[in-house]
């Protein structure tokens, strides 16, 4: 049986614990959301492509905005409080728009603007809790760990999305998203019971906010393994973003798909991702940690070329949309796992929201681009064609590892040396 699956190792880690706990609690309730909230623009508001792009970039501006920024501020803070914060602001945010909804009062600019306000708060607190697991477990645990989080990121993606296509279909969107509001709540709750002391690592009285802003870019930018993964991953989340921005548009209106039905196969790609997770070690032991990063992002990126073989509603189109969704979730699963754990062994514990905060400065900031890009051609072209643009510049990421020192990496390496 797998070691995560025993009652040892991080099972017995009552801090962590927790926090895993909160974070796949609110990760169910997100599962709900990053499919309720897009259908309550396009079903509810009857959006246009360009306005789906405009909501999914809205959410990963912040990435732009303070990105860098962040990543200063959470190596000079204790993470704990960051993330009760950013995850109590979010319930407040997400609960308003059931409210707006019921006194009729929901309009697109306040999607923008929930989606802008909680994008914010994930970048606190994505950094804050990248940052935090170091100091709550010990290097060598550190795969265990990430894939506990992946084993609750599967399960959230195995039930959520299925989940949010019923109650969309018998409660509305805007109910289904109210779901996601407690979820935070409960994954507030749960952080604040933690009780392992946290130092802060750095004196901002004695240091200069843009010498270390400059140390964490210069981390990423230097290293070329750090850098690769950087390079990979912003292709990735750029084409992907082109595909997912007007995949709703297209599945429901050109293909009649239901929410129900929408749900159920994006819930199929969880299936795919607890492969990954169950197959990670042994893949990374077997091929190395560079060739599995790899191989895993030119599954992930190859996934999305099925998507515009689809023409019309029947069971090839459905089999060729599972398949995608399998194929991405099993990609996605071995390479971010591999990845997260790569970059934590690899950068000093001071380091480690600065460096969290240059590499999603640069991989989030492709999104909205990416976003905006899917929106117009699905408004001027059509959505197929948006979809094939995605699919094929996805399918190509992984050419950045295998140009790479990366590729031929058989490890995990040694810290980088303190300057």
Request: charged residues 10%.
């Amino acid at each position: 049986m797998f070691n995560f699956l025993q009652l040892k190792g991080l099972w017995q880690h009552s801090d962590f614990m927790k926090l895993w706990l909160g974070q796949t609690i609110s990760l169910f309730g997100s599962a709900v959301t990053n499919l309720a909230l897009p259908l309550t623009a396009a079903l509810t508001l009857q959006a246009t492509p360009a306005q789906m792009g405009l909501l999914k970039g809205a959410e990963f501006v912040p990435f732009l905005l303070i990105g860098l920024v962040v990543g200063v501020w959470v190596d000079r803070q204790r993470r704990r409080p960051i993330l009760i914060a950013a995850d109590l602001g979010r319930a407040l945010l997400l609960g308003s728009v059931p409210i707006a909804a019921v006194f009729g009062l929901l309009r697109i600019e306040h999607l923008y603007l929930v989606a802008f306000g909680t994008g914010t708060l994930s970048v606190l607190a994505s950094t804050a809790s990248f940052a935090f697991v170091p100091t709550l477990i010990k290097r060598e645990q550190l795969v265990e760990g990430n894939s506990k989080f992946a084993v609750s990121q599967t399960t959230s993606q195995t039930l959520g999305p299925g989940l949010a296509g019923i109650l969309v279909q018998w409660l509305t969107a805007p109910v289904a998203i109210a779901l996601d509001a407690v979820s935070f709540l409960l994954s507030a709750v749960l952080v604040l019971l933690i009780r392992a002391p946290e130092p802060v690592l750095i004196n901002s009285n004695k240091t200069n906010f843009w010498q270390e802003l400059s140390e964490g870019a210069q981390v990423v930018l230097k290293n070329p393994l750090l850098r690769a993964i950087a390079c990979c991953t912003s292709t990735l989340r750029m084409f992907t973003s082109v595909v997912e921005t007007v995949y709703i548009l297209y599945v429901t209106r050109t293909l009649g798909f239901s929410p129900a039905m929408v749900g159920f196969i994006l819930a199929t790609g969880a299936f795919g991702n607890l492969l990954g997770v169950l197959l990670t070690r042994r893949i990374e032991r077997r091929l190395g940690l560079g060739r599995t990063i790899m191989g895993a992002a030119g599954i992930w990126g190859i996934s999305y070329l099925f998507i515009p073989l689809t023409f019309n509603f029947n069971d090839v189109v459905i089999l060729l949309l599972v398949t995608a969704a399998i194929l991405s979730g099993l990609g996605d699963a071995v390479y971010q796992i591999t990845q997260v754990s790569l970059r934590q062994a690899l950068v000093p514990n001071r380091l480690q929201g600065r460096m969290t905060a240059s590499l999603r400065f640069i991989i989030w900031s492709t999104v909205p681009v990416g976003a905006m890009l899917g929106g117009t051609l699905g408004e001027s072209f059509g959505l197929q064609a948006a979809l094939w643009i995605g699919a094929v510049g996805s399918s190509l990421a992984f050419l950045w590892v295998f140009c790479s020192p990366l590729r031929i990496l058989r490890k995990m390496p040694t810290l980088i040396e303190e300057p």
